[in-house]
């Protein structure tokens, strides 16, 4: 069965550093999003990325926070400067179209631990 | 704005008991509600949907969740809790138009005693 898939699972980072986190969303999916999860809180969206551009952001992804579809299969989220804040589990999802019932897959999570 | 609440957020049952987790919603236009389930140092999975027609949902895992508009409700429920459904349960909320981001709640660890 088709799965999103995230690297690494796990990194930590030194505050200040710039950290990429990867996805590889199901293939024939056009919507991708990036949610966290600090530990303890609930999950929050962070942004949604459809056909090269992001199509709606949080209040969360500032100007810190940048995404990429480098390539037909990768899906990125950078952030430039990492704050002890950011720690958090990061999960991207996908899917197949938009529409508020369209199911988004999501990947198993990278944990960030920025110290 | 759309916003969901659950409430408790740990919930103990006996094995073999029913499962009863409570979600309320609000939302201004339509919702279309969601349960997702994480398991330990697992991604979010998705239990059930309620988008229109039946009220009834039916979901993996012998799951069920009822849309109640008048109470603004979703609870969900299982009639015989297994141990394998320890888990941390997830009630969620988008709507039509947009890109859909989904709004989850704060989430209800499920404990299952044996």
């Known amino acids: 069965e088709p799965e999103v898939t995230q690297t690494p699972s796990h990194q930590v980072t030194q505050m200040g550093q710039e950290v990429i986190l990867r996805c590889v969303p199901i293939s024939n999916h056009l919507y991708f999003y990036w949610y966290r999860q600090i530990l303890g809180q609930k999950v929050e969206f962070l942004v949604s990325f459809y056909n090269n551009e992001i199509s709606e952001k949080s209040e969360i992804f500032d100007d810190q926070f940048s995404v990429e579809r480098p390539d037909g299969s990768n899906f990125t989220l950078k952030i430039r400067s990492t704050k002890l804040e950011d720690s958090a589990m990061y999960f991207c999802?996908?899917?197949?179209?938009?529409?508020?019932?369209?199911?988004?897959?999501f990947g198993p999570g990278t944990r960030l631990t920025v110290l | 704005a759309q916003s969901v609440t659950q409430l408790g957020s740990h919930v103990s049952v006996s094995e073999g008991a029913l499962v009863l987790l409570r979600c309320n919603y609000s939302s201004s236009v339509p919702p279309y509600l969601f349960w997702y389930v994480q398991y330990p140092n697992q991604g979010l999975q998705l239990l059930l949907k309620?988008?229109?027609?039946?009220?009834l949902v039916k979901g993996i895992n012998g799951f069920e969740a009822e849309f109640k508009k008048s109470e603004t409700s979703f609870h969900l429920t299982k009639p015989s809790a297994h141990m394998s459904d320890a888990a941390e349960y997830f009630c969620?909320?988008?709507?039509?138009?947009?890109?859909?981001?989904?709004?989850f709640g704060t989430g209800t660890k499920l404990q299952v005693i044996p």
């Open positions: 999802a996908s899917s197949w179209k938009a529409g508020g019932g369209n199911e988004q897959f």
């Open positions: 969620a909320v988008s709507f039509s138009g947009g890109y859909q981001k989904v709004t």
């Open positions: 309620y988008t229109t027609g039946a009220t």
